[in-house]
């Protein structure tokens, strides 16, 4: 597998699991109210989108690159 | 005497051979995690009782975020060396090599954590008395876990101390233990002074070390085995950035080809940690 | 030694590569990167470990036949060596026990793998081929390195207080686990040893073979020993990971006190262990078992490879249905990562999991007897010339049908319930493996000795080597397969004298002649050690005596090992390789010649 498909298919995992962490602390914090869990269900969020934004940013970059 | 196809692809297959190589020891490596998955699984599911959120889950996100930003990082190393700039591919592999680093640091500190932090279970006479010396009991006594119907109590040493247990306190004849213990959220506050309790009235005590409970035993042997490849991916990208970096200069397409390998494998270290922190951190 | 003749044929090559300047004694040969020196180191290393693991048999075989009674001439070595548990020169049960666990771990793990693979795959894979060496030297060279460490620790472990692991090869917790000893510690961290010498041998090979092959060397040209690697090497790969990963969980079980193993409520000898529990001991099973069952497979296929390479030279003929026997093995390679419970029938597994499991196994048999088949078939019209190597592979067929046989009552689960566990397992998987894949070898060592060291090995030991290993084979593991008929359970210090039939009683046991029979396989196994001494005389005796060969291609073969200088030097091939044809070219009409080398371009008409 080529490495730029490999490093794709990588941040594609943790964009999933930014999303996937954002969702079980949100339910989290939606049972227990603390505010810990809606500092990680938005920092995940956050990192989702900033995980999403870069796999974007690479892909067209590595077009370049052989 | 040159192996053929070191660097230059073979036609048929479109790999070099470290390519290859390094493809089919992953293959291998999902069978090693892969097993121990399964184990887990069937742990779990074959357990009457499941501990969780017992592990520190800023420092597993924090860690999480070091790792997905040490694999940016090494791919942005690879992509300098193909683009040629050897000084940015130092850069950037450095980086990588620091995130490594903080995570194995991060690691031991998490580990060192559970090796000073205790569970006591009481005998049945224990635990009466015990209800009867602290009336606020209730602030302090966790309901039944992975030993099923038996309360315990959590906490650490009065003297901080690591890796006590009921076999020792028993092979040492010590007749009390002073436990700092936690309080049950929300309802306890902080312990006015240690609790005594004496060795006649534990039937149990561990600290959160693999002998603890299947969760620790499969927790530290998950986490240590992907410890050690990070420290094995430690190693050759170190050599890689120090004395290895030498071949940029005679073999260019070599080297960058090595760096390829290390990169994939790191990839997959990385791609493991994002199984093993939902399944402990998170489930 | 091998090595020495090695030294000459350096000696002499030094002119061809000068540019590795002078290497001193400890990097040309102790940590040599070359394939063919990796392989001699793994050959001489292995053969060792099987005389090792052979004579452990026959110390245990002398309990079985005379139970209680001091050893011969090794008792007393083996008190003072071993202290009290060969106290007055006897077997005591925990040494049977330790003996038997390491034997059958010392065959498997340390000689006959290493023996197939590591010495005749990295011998041969690369000339075979046309490579000029492995395409990975240096791991190699630490593959044999870490192979060598883990064997002695094994090694060690006999000696350490409380003796070598002795939980019986399988090492089932929780009897390994609780066993308060050290052995199985030492035999864990062995383990790990090996598995990591397998796993990077086995991806040596594989991109060796996927990525070296010399131009006109197509899939299917292939000799069907490298395709028989090529299979070996994928099981290797992936069913070796799930026993690591079993091997850390028991090694922390024993080390950190954990319960991966243990269920809750464990007692053990009448105390209830002080443990979390909490774990499983079935789980070891279906860990172990999942690697052990390809790794049976990983005994076999690579003999079945030296068989093709040795028939079609010795009936100069092609082997009849090539692409049944490539499909046939790689069917085999699939299917044997599903069948594994049926070492497992009689764990309670409920009759849905048996059903899938007896009918994988069930299909797993037809791929193999379509490849002995065959290898018959192939022998039918051949000019057949009774060399020493050709024996032994000819003896190879019906050993392995009898052993392929006796497997099948295994494979059904009715029948296994009365069979598991005793000795007809015992007698099945020796027949497979004894005179099955080490009469391979055997053929394999003096068919490819004349290409390692220029001289033949004596031709008349080697028949006597033959004649009486054959005869003592079969009068050692036959009556084994009516004794676990019988009733006789396997791993029993006493021989069975626990379940002999008592004849005042009543009580159904074991026949007193089943007991009996114990004696005459003890005489036969001496026997057949006592055959095995002109083999290991005439080994090293003709590295410097034998007859010298007189071409290049004293066999002529078609195969491409045989197109190098005699030993081959560093880079194997003086002149680049390319294939024009087939593996067996042998008895074509109108050529000139009964043979036709796989690089010959135009052939003689």
Not at chain 2, 262 to 270: E, G, M, N
Not at chain 3, 183 to 196: E, P, R, S
Not at chain 3, 256 to 273: A, D, I, R
Not at chain 3, 549 to 567: A, R
Request: proline content about 6%; glycine content about 10%.
């Amino acid at each position: 597998m080529p490495i730029k498909a490999l490093h794709i298919f990588f941040i594609t995992a943790a964009f999933l699991l930014g999303l996937g962490l954002a969702a079980w602390a949100g339910d989290a914090y939606y049972k227990t109210g603390e505010k810990g869990y809606l500092v990680y269900a938005v920092g995940s969020a956050g990192s989702g989108i900033i995980l999403f934004g870069y796999v974007i940013y690479f892909w067209k970059k590595m077009k370049q690159i052989k | 005497m040159e192996i053929p196809y070191t660097v230059t692809p073979r036609r048929e297959t479109g790999l070099y051979n470290g390519k290859l190589g390094i493809w089919l020891f992953l293959a291998s490596e999902v069978m090693l995690f892969g097993a121990l998955f399964s184990s887990y699984v069937l742990l779990r599911v074959g357990a009457e009782a499941w501990p969780s959120r017992m592990l520190s889950l800023p420092l597993g996100v924090l860690n999480t975020a070091i790792l997905v930003t040490s694999s940016v990082l090494v791919v942005m190393g690879w992509t300098a060396l193909k683009l040629r700039q050897f000084e940015r591919f130092k850069l950037f592999q450095g980086l990588t090599l620091l995130c490594a680093v903080v995570f194995l640091g991060i690691k031991s500190v998490e580990y060192r954590q559970k090796f000073n932090h205790y569970e006591v279970w009481l005998t049945d006479k224990g635990l009466e008395e015990f209800k009867a010396a602290h009336p606020d009991h209730e602030k302090w006594l966790k309901p039944p876990g992975v030993i099923p119907g038996k309360h315990s109590l959590t906490g650490h040493l009065a003297d901080g101390r690591s890796f006590y247990d009921h076999r020792k306190m028993r092979a040492n004849g010590d007749k009390e233990v002073v436990l700092t213990p936690d309080s049950i959220k929300p309802a306890g506050g902080e312990h006015a002074h240690p609790i005594r309790l004496a060795a006649a009235q534990i039937q149990r005590l561990s600290a959160y070390v693999p002998a603890h409970s299947s969760y620790f035993a499969i927790y530290f042997t998950l986490t240590g085995l992907h410890a050690l490849h990070v420290i094995g991916g430690i190693l050759v990208m170190a050599y890689l950035w120090g004395p290895g970096s030498r071949m940029w200069k005679s073999e260019p397409e070599r080297f960058t080809n090595r760096i390829e390998c290390s990169v994939v494998y790191w990839h997959f270290v990385d791609f493991i940690w994002l199984i093993v922190f939902p399944l402990f951190y998170l489930l | 030694m091998a090595t020495e003749a090695a030294a000459q044929v350096n000696g002499d090559m030094n002119s061809a590569h000068e540019a590795h300047g002078h290497q001193g004694f400890v990097s040309k040969y102790i940590f040599s990167t070359d394939h063919k020196v990796v392989g001699i180191q793994y050959g001489i290393t292995a053969l060792l470990f099987l005389l090792l693991g052979f004579l452990l048999m026959l110390l245990m075989r002398w309990q079985l036949a005379y139970p209680g009674s001091a050893i011969p001439l090794a008792g007393g070595w083996l008190e003072k060596i071993l202290g009290d548990v060969a106290r007055n020169g006897k077997m005591t049960a925990d040494l049977y026990n330790s003996f038997g666990a390491m034997h059958g771990t010392i065959m498997v793990f340390l000689a006959v793998v290493p023996l197939i693979v590591g010495a005749f795959g990295n011998y041969l894979v690369p000339l075979q081929i046309g490579a000029p060496d492995m395409a990975f030297p240096k791991l190699n060279m630490m593959s044999y390195h870490v192979y060598l460490w883990g064997g002695l620790i094994m090694f060690v472990s006999f000696f350490i207080p409380g003796g070598a692991a002795q939980s019986g090869w399988t090492s089932y917790s929780p009897l390994a686990t609780v066993t308060p000893t050290m052995g199985q510690t030492f035999w864990l961290v062995g383990m790990v040893f090996l598995i990591t010498s397998s796993l990077l041998g086995s991806i040596n090979i594989l991109v060796t073979i996927i990525q070296l092959r010399a131009p006109g060397l197509t899939w299917m040209r292939l000799p069907f020993f490298v395709w028989a690697q090529f299979v070996t090497s994928w099981l290797l790969l992936l069913a070796f990971p799930p026993l690591e990963a079993a091997g850390i969980m028991q090694l922390m079980d024993k080390v950190t006190g954990s319960s991966f193993f243990l269920p809750t409520g464990l007692v053990v000898g009448g105390q209830p262990m002080d443990i979390s529990g909490g774990g499983s001991p079935l789980l070891w099973q279906h860990l172990f078992w999942f690697l052990a069952h390809p790794e049976v497979y990983v005994l076999i296929l690579p003999a079945f490879g030296i068989l093709a390479e040795v028939i079609t030279t010795n009936t100069r003929k092609n082997l009849w249905g090539y692409s049944l026997l490539v499909y046939g093995a790689l069917s085999i390679g699939f299917i044997s990562f599903i069948v594994w419970a049926h070492h497992m029938y009689l764990t309670g597994m409920g009759t849905k999991l048996s059903t899938f499991f007896q009918t994988t196994t069930m299909i797993i048999s037809i791929p193999s007897v379509i490849i002995v088949t065959c290898f018959l078939v192939s022998l039918w019209g051949g000019s057949i010339r009774f060399t020493v190597p050709m024996w032994f592979c000819l003896a190879f067929l019906p050993m392995f049908g009898i052993g392929g046989l006796t497997g099948l009552p295994l494979g059904f689960s009715f029948s296994d319930i009365h069979l598991h566990d005793s000795y007809y397992v015992i007698g099945h998987f020796h027949y497979v493996v004894a005179p099955g894949t080490i009469f391979a070898i055997f053929g394999g060592i003096y068919h490819w000795y004349p290409k390692v060291t220029g001289r033949f090995m004596n031709d008349f030991w080697g028949r006597v080597h033959f004649f009486l290993s054959f005869i003592f084979m079969n009068l050692v593991f036959f009556p084994m397969f009516l004794q676990g008929i019988y009733g006789m359970s396997r791993r029993m210090s006493d021989g069975g004298a626990t379940y002999a039939q008592a004849a005042e009683t009543g009580v159904v046991g074991l026949p007193q002649w089943a007991i009996d029979l114990n004696i005459n396989i003890t005489q036969a196994a001496i026997a057949l050690g006592l055959a095995q001494i002109p083999f290991i005389i005439n080994f090293f005796w003709s590295i410097r005596h034998g007859q010298p060969v007189e071409s290049d291609n004293p066999w002529q073969s078609t195969t491409l090992e045989w197109q190098t200088p005699t030993p081959p030097g560093h880079g194997n091939f003086t002149k680049p390789m390319r294939a024009h044809r087939g593996p067996y070219e042998y008895s074509l009409p109108g050529r000139a010649a009964d043979f036709t080398p796989q690089n010959e371009a135009e052939p003689k008409q």
